[in-house]
Structures are given as structure tokens and as C-alpha cells.
């Protein structure tokens, strides 16, 4: 194919994934992903009506099967850090495992916000998923080093930050939201919260202030 028939064919491709495929509920539990063929694909996970991530597989069953069963899955950890980021068992290093709570609490967030679809693709799961990727600007996975997360002692940033880290309160919620519209500066707000001004600003958009 010259360059033209392939952007016409991943263009079908596209049309095919996005707009003719049906939406599955994505269901991190073991067995589920034995409903799936075991053929090359191309998936997306998506979250409300945003595509929020691209993935090509040569097995879909298998890859969706480690999925199910690794815990610490790379797409997991990314969707865990963005919705929990102040969960203190999520400031980790890499190569360290969640807890138990918390590979629960992320994988029912999942359940309860992803779906997926898949088309099969023999040729071009690469290109179809890098043309997405770059289309849609996807937001998981972040990695750990974009994300800016990583190894950190959290006593000794608490020497610095009281609360760094520490599950906020209603009345916290309720302060900060009275604050923001009162246009109190991000490093006011950290230095009242006794926050990273990161923490604060999260909070903000988790609020939707």
C-alpha cells in the first residue's frame, strides 16, 4: 500500500473502533476477560465519552486477562494516582506493590467509570495506536516519572507539609472552596492547608472550583 491506502485503511479503522464498536463494561475481576476472542486488536478504555487510553495486543484475552490479575498493572496505577492522588499508599516507588485496600478501591473505580471496545486489526496495531494516542492526547497511562510520582518519605515531608498526604475533610473541602472564590493566592492556600501547592491545586480541579 503507498501512503495514501494506508491513511485511508487506518482511517477505516478509526471509524470502525470509535464509532462502530460496542462499549463493554470493564469489569478488573478474574474470568471476565474469557468473553473476549483471542485475536490481534486494538482497544480503547474509555472514561464518560473520552477516550482515555489506546492499546493494541496480538492476544486480546491474554492481555486483558493480565490485566485482571496484576494488581499493579501499569494503566491501574496511572488511573489510581489521577483519582487518588492523596491516598498516602499511592506515594510509592515503582517497583513497590499497592495494598490490597487500595487495588480495591481502584479497581471499583474502574468498574464504575471505564468501558472499552476493540476491533480486530492483523495489520497496523502499532500505527492505529500511536495515530490515536496522538489524536486523542490520551491521559493514562501517565508514567511515573511524567507523573512526577515517586519514592518519597513521607515523614520527612511532613516535617514541611503537616497534612501532606492525609485524606481531606469536609470541612476542608468547605474552607478551601470559601478561600478559592475569595481568590486566596495557591501558596496561601498551601501555607493554611499545610499542602504541596500540587495538593492544592488536584484538590481544586477534583472540586471543581
Avoid at 87 to 104: C, N, R, V, W, Y
Avoid at 135 to 156: A, F, H, Q, W
Amino acid at each position: 500500500m503507498d501512503s495514501t491506502q494506508i491513511e485511508q485503511y487506518l482511517s477505516n479503522l478509526e471509524e470502525r473502533l470509535i464509532k462502530q464498536s460496542k462499549r463493554i463494561m470493564l469489569l478488573p475481576l478474574r474470568n471476565w476477560e474469557y468473553q473476549l476472542p483471542k485475536e490481534p486488536a486494538v482497544y480503547i478504555f474509555i472514561e464518560g465519552n473520552e477516550i482515555c487510553y489506546v492499546g493494541e495486543a496480538e492476544d486480546l484475552r491474554l492481555k486483558m486477562r493480565k490485566f485482571c490479575r496484576h494488581k499493579n498493572d501499569r494503566f491501574k496505577r496511572a488511573f489510581g494516582i489521577y483519582h487518588f492522588s492523596n491516598h498516602p499508599d499511592l506515594a510509592i516507588s515503582k517497583g513497590e506493590s499497592f495494598s490490597e485496600e487500595t487495588s480495591a478501591l481502584i479497581a471499583n473505580k474502574i468498574s464504575e467509570l471505564i468501558t472499552f471496545a476493540y476491533i480486530k486489526v492483523e495489520l497496523g496495531r502499532a500505527e492505529l495506536k500511536d495515530l490515536l494516542n496522538k489524536k486523542m492526547n490520551t491521559k493514562y497511562p501517565l508514567t511515573l516519572r511524567k507523573s512526577g510520582v515517586k519514592s518519597i518519605d513521607i515523614k520527612e515531608l511532613r516535617k514541611t507539609y503537616q497534612n501532606a498526604f492525609k485524606r481531606w475533610s469536609r470541612d476542608e473541602d468547605q474552607l478551601l472552596e470559601s478561600l478559592f472564590y475569595e481568590n486566596k493566592p495557591i501558596k496561601e492556600l498551601s501555607d493554611i492547608f499545610k499542602r504541596q501547592s500540587s495538593a492544592i491545586r488536584r484538590r481544586i480541579e477534583k472540586l471543581k472550583l
